[in-house]
């Protein structure tokens, strides 16, 4: 497996296969006698505006911090949860559970919800 | 056969706008049919980029945007995304302006005054819609445009002539502006939003391989069509405005178009046209800006959601349409928009061309379904074409006031 | 910084204002279109709030226009000449739109007529400048 090729910026589904980001970043161990392996894929946050420049990924730190989920670590999914690598990344876990999806219930309960027609009284997840 | 007619219709509805009809005109009334060849330049280069985004979609099940992400990784994606949208968001200003404009000649009543509404129309179709709704629903309107064609077979146009605008010609005086004509009907014709929204509905109408024989049909007949519309357009404008001397400047001159073909119904019917062509072109934008965000950074997105579902994406077109009716409030001339979104858009079609020539020839996307040496070189060529002739022409109409 | 300050201030300087040709030029476009707006009105082909707009519309391009021009008239032009033709056409038009309110469509026949006549005053106006570069 081609990590930047297979891995990298591919779009991640949960259980349910609802969409949960992109695989942002990848975190990887290098041991003193062991292979480089990949622990862990970093969903959002600053990590990718890290990768365009690191003045970006302060920006994003600090507009997170003003407003939204405010959440303070980094969505770190273990790769021990990968379950398929295809045309996207199956993993074996809840989005809402992981933090992937924050932002995307905070904007739909804050602002969504409020407007009529929104349909959020028909979503059977509930929000 | 349904599918077929509709995706033509698509095609042909989503093809006039605001852009092509002022550039077409401008062109008409200033140069005669010594642009043409501009024309037929882009409606090529468009159903190649047409055809190779549908098949793109029905064979890696990617659309552009998810594809230039993954394949390019996100530093990349991310200029291309600012460069696209910035460019979407003008022309979409020039929409909203456009249907302004076409409710001021109707009802008297100016274009700013019209900014709210029509965003708000704009926002709830797209709010309440769905993809078929809005897909269908506004191309069906669109067809109104059909009066441009009726009308220039009824002007008995020199078809020599015309035939003779197709071939490239050098202008005779006014050369900066001649170019400059030429750029922004090839920023017209040539709408990389166009390519984004159509293979996102095309994965919205889950679309696979056997797709493509009809994908190919839909990019050359609609599009065709749609180029068709666009000539006929010039071809009014230069048997009515030029013999008169009439240099277009503003919307008021451009809606006599249709007056002497049609004199019945022909000033409503442009006005009709201009409503339905740039209602449709704007509900296009604003899908393929939020697509462009929600598929690039992962969200859910749907237009056959609701909203609920997919918030962020209905948040981004929600922004987009407020922050488009600005200008328009403060009486920015749709006009002015349209004409420096359209060259701008020639400038700046490498950064969505070359991407995705890139991936047209990716074996891991497109398998055996890869591009050939036409559609690469086609496509390689008009683009560097408009590049070039943007780069030139731009400073150039700037200097020449 | 001062690199694109001093880039920013030629492009500027180099933008060239309008030569008296493209100002006539203009201004025969825009006689032309008003022209054109009030043979579609008497032939009822345009709605009257259209009309009259766009008249008006006229009227205070042809103010700026003519502004413009006659600030540096060609020397090839009898300027008295051109600035009273200019006048009086800017006249025409916006009795023109007055008599669309008044749905007086004989008199605002006439005033269509004088204004044609204007434009061929202009036109050879024009002409002489043209022949006098």
């Not at chain 1, 290098?30 to 990590?47: A, C, E, L, M």
């Not at chain 2, 929409?95 to 100016?110: A, K, M, R, V």
């Amino acid at each position: 497996m081609k990590l930047v090729r297979d891995v990298l910026d591919k779009e991640l589904l949960d259980r349910e296969e609802e969409p949960m980001g992109r695989v942002d970043g990848l975190l990887m161990h290098v041991g003193k006698n062991s292979q480089p392996r990949v622990t862990h894929i970093d969903i959002g946050g600053p990590v990718p505006w890290e990768r365009v420049h690191p003045f970006f990924g302060r920006l994003s730190r600090r507009l997170a911090q003003l407003w939204g989920p405010k959440r303070r670590e980094q969505v770190r999914i273990p790769w021990s949860r990968v379950e398929t690598v295809g045309r996207d990344i199956k993993l074996d876990v809840e989005a809402r559970e992981t933090g992937a999806i924050d932002w995307e219930i905070w904007i739909a309960r804050h602002i969504i919800e409020h407007i009529p027609g929104s349909g959020h009284e028909e979503a059977g997840d509930g929000h | 056969m349904l599918q077929i007619t509709l995706g033509i219709i698509t095609s042909v509805g989503g093809f006039l706008e605001i852009g092509s009809v002022t550039t077409a005109v401008q062109a008409g009334a200033s140069f005669q049919y010594q642009l043409l060849w501009a024309i037929l330049l882009g409606t090529i280069c468009l159903i190649f980029l047409v055809e190779m985004s549908g098949r793109l979609a029905a064979v890696s099940k990617h659309t552009i945007v998810e594809a230039t992400r993954e394949r390019f990784g996100f530093p990349f994606f991310f200029i291309v995304l600012v460069g696209m949208v910035l460019v979407a968001f003008l022309v979409l200003v020039a929409e909203l302006g456009g249907i302004g404009l076409s409710l001021q000649i109707l009802t008297g009543i100016g274009f700013p005054w019209w900014a709210i509404p029509v965003s708000f129309i704009v926002w709830i179709l797209m709010w309440k819609g769905t993809f078929s709704l809005i897909e269908n629903g506004a191309s069906l309107l669109g067809l109104v445009t059909l009066s441009f064609a009726v009308a220039a077979v009824k002007l008995h146009p020199e078809w020599g002539g015309v035939a003779h605008g197709m071939l490239p010609t050098f202008p005779g005086d006014q050369k900066a502006k001649y170019w400059f004509v030429a750029v922004s009907i090839l920023g017209a014709s040539i709408s990389p939003y166009l390519m984004y929204f159509y293979s996102s509905g095309a994965i919205e109408d889950e679309w696979d391989e056997s797709y493509i024989p009809i994908n190919r049909f839909i990019s050359t007949f609609g599009m065709s069509l749609g180029g068709f519309l666009s000539m006929a357009v010039l071809v009014v404008a230069a048997l009515v405005f030029h013999p008169m001397g009439i240099d277009i400047q503003k919307f008021e001159q451009a809606s006599l178009l249709l007056t002497t073909a049609l004199p019945k119904w022909g000033f409503f019917l442009f006005a009709m046209s201009m409503l339905f062509a740039c209602l449709g072109a704007a509900l296009e934008i604003s899908l393929a800006i939020a697509y462009f965000f929600a598929q690039g950074f992962g969200w859910n997105w749907s237009e056959d959601l609701n909203p609920a579902r997919d918030a962020r994406f209905c948040s981004t077109y929600t922004i987009i349409i407020m922050l488009a009716a600005v200008p328009l409030l403060f009486g920015v001339d749709p006009i002015r928009v349209t004409i420096m979104a359209m060259a701008l858009t020639s400038a700046t079609l490498p950064l969505a061309i070359v991407p995705f020539l890139f991936l047209m020839n990716d074996p891991i996307y497109l398998r055996e379904h890869r591009n050939g040496w036409i559609s690469n070189t086609v496509v390689a060529i008009i683009v560097l074409i408009s590049f070039v002739l943007a780069v030139i022409s731009i400073p150039l109409e700037i200097i020449g006031g | 910084m001062k690199r694109f300050l001093v880039i920013s201030i030629a492009l500027v300087a180099a933008c060239k204002s309008p030569t008296p040709t493209e100002q006539m030029d203009s201004i025969q476009s825009w006689l032309a279109a008003a022209g054109m707006v009030g043979d579609a009105w008497l032939r009822h082909t345009t709605p009257d709030k259209y009309s009259r707009q766009t008249l008006d519309l006229t009227r205070e391009t042809l103010l700026q226009l003519a502004r413009d021009l006659l600030k540096a008239p060609p020397h090839s032009v009898d300027s008295v000449a051109l600035r009273l033709v200019l006048t009086r056409s800017r006249e025409h038009v916006a009795r023109m739109a007055r008599l669309i309110e008044e749905k007086n469509a004989p008199d605002f026949a006439r005033q269509l007529d004088s204004l044609r006549a204007d434009r061929r005053v202009i036109k050879l106006l024009f002409d002489s400048i043209e022949s006098g570069q």
